[in-house]
């Protein structure tokens, strides 16, 4: 596909908190077919997003809308929260309630 052909590259960057963790959110655009696909971080409560690079969360889906894509990548990310606190023994979301 020419880059005449191409979407739109729109790639705004999500930031979001569940349960005290930090999570980042990039689109991708990718071939073929120029879907949409993301690229997943998270943060835990004890460790500063400035102070290195988070945990990348495995995040193979893709989809022709950008929306779309950006809602199952935090979906995602909360279930890899949430399966991180079951791993400690603890419920995620007894532990803040925004």
């Known amino acids: 596909m020419s880059a005449r052909n191409r979407p739109p590259d729109r790639r705004d960057v999500v930031m979001s908190e569940y349960s005290g963790w930090t999570i980042r959110i990039r689109p991708v655009l990718v071939e073929p077919g120029w879907q949409w696909g993301a690229l997943v971080d998270v943060w835990p409560p004890e460790q500063r997003r400035s102070l290195g690079p988070g945990a ?5 889906d893709r989809a022709l809308q950008q ?3 950006l809602g199952a990548a935090i979906e995602t990310a909360r279930r890899y929260i949430e399966k991180s606190y079951q791993h400690r023994g603890r419920n995620p979301r007894r532990v803040l309630k925004e």
């Open 56 to 60: 990348i969360v495995e995040f193979p």
């Open 67 to 69: 929306g779309a894509i």
